[in-house]
């Protein structure tokens, strides 16, 4: 533990550890995905994909070392023992800050299949990590703008089976997909530009998440509904590193994906405003918990 250094040492440090482990793993995984390409066998090609799942583990184990070296932060998270990394999860979760995704690796590694999110099909050419994500089977995806849609609707119907091309992938292996369903980063400032109807939310964007679902074409089978809790204001990434967040909650629910929750969201307008309210609903019980939570913490 390096609690006793002065923050914003603990900070740069952490940053720079992240970072190394960062450039470390996704040059292995790089390495084996040269493998990959030389070995275009089936069963040569799932051997180094294998390889590239288990250096991210590495990355993710590395990463909730560095937490433990820097952070004097009382955790408090729910039993995963209940989730199992031969099943296929659609997880969503609220966003405040780009350590959620440090948050959910510590959470959900080896708890669950590796986490994964849509990307765009630009990054797939940014060196190392690029690479990596092509490695580990990262959805790469190129949707229109909306401008363009509404001047050709059809191109909605060809991202999303682009889309589903991309994810085809899915079907042999066990895989976690990430929605963070509020589209951004929390801020007090979004909050008030949005009126957001939560004390702590913004509001969900349903569009992005039936997408999801309805790219995947059933394979997602249970969804994690996590809620993850800073205990203390306006907390942000550099806050984590500096290991200046006294304790932090996440909360999860894991349910089935029901048949009703998949559709088509832009054409059927009787499924869009059921998936609105299944959302806005699951919304209002995290915004609860949230308020509950800090409550009990003296918040």
Same mark, same amino acid.
């Given at each position: @533990? /390096?609690?006793?250094? *002065?923050? *914003? ?13 960062? /450039?470390?793993?996704?040059?292995? &995984? ?17 051997? %180094? ?22 952070? #004097? ?6 039993? *995963?023992?209940?989730?199992? +990394? ?34 765009? #099909? +630009?990054?797939?050419?940014? *060196? ?8 580990? =089977?990262?959805? %790469? @995806? ?21 889309? #589903? ?16 369903? +509020? ?32 790219? @995947? ?16 204001? =306006? ?25 009703? /929750? ?27 918990? &949230?308020?509950? +939570? ?6």
């Amino acid at each position: @533990m /390096l609690s006793w250094l *002065p923050k *914003p040492l603990i900070g740069v440090l952490s940053i720079v550890l992240y970072t190394l482990n960062l /450039l470390f793993c996704s040059i292995l &995984i790089s390495l084996a995905g040269i493998l990959k390409v030389v070995y275009r066998g089936g069963k040569g090609r799932q051997t %180094f994909e294998k390889v590239g799942h288990n250096i991210a583990k590495i990355w993710a184990c590395i990463n909730d070392a560095i937490i433990w070296l820097t952070c #004097k932060t009382t955790w408090e998270i729910d039993d *995963p023992n209940q989730l199992s +990394e031969q099943q296929w999860y659609l997880l969503i979760s609220n966003h405040q800050s780009w350590a959620d995704i440090v948050i959910l690796e510590k959470v959900f590694v080896r708890k669950s299949p590796m986490l994964k999110f849509f990307l765009k #099909k +630009e990054l797939r050419w940014v *060196p190392l990590v690029g690479t990596s994500c092509w490695v580990l =089977n990262f959805p %790469f @995806m190129q949707r229109h703008s909306k401008a363009a849609i509404e001047r050709n609707p059809h191109l909605r119907k060809q991202d999303l089976e682009t889309t #589903k091309k991309a994810c085809s992938l899915f079907q042999a292996t066990p895989t976690t997909l990430i929605n963070f369903v +509020e589209g951004t980063r929390f801020t007090p400032q979004k909050h008030d530009l949005q009126q957001s109807p939560f004390q702590y939310l913004l509001k969900p964007k349903a569009g992005g998440t039936a997408f999801a679902l309805a790219a @995947m074409n059933g394979t997602l089978k249970e969804l994690i509904d996590v809620t993850i809790i800073y205990h203390g204001k =306006n907390v942000s990434a550099w806050d984590f590193a500096c290991g200046k967040i006294n304790k932090i909650t996440v909360k999860f629910n894991v349910t089935p994906i029901t048949s009703d /929750l998949i559709g088509d969201y832009h054409d059927d307008e009787k499924f869009r405003e059921h998936f609105q309210k299944w959302l806005n609903d699951l919304w209002v019980k995290k915004d609860k918990l &949230i308020a509950e +939570e800090l409550q009990k913490n003296g918040h």
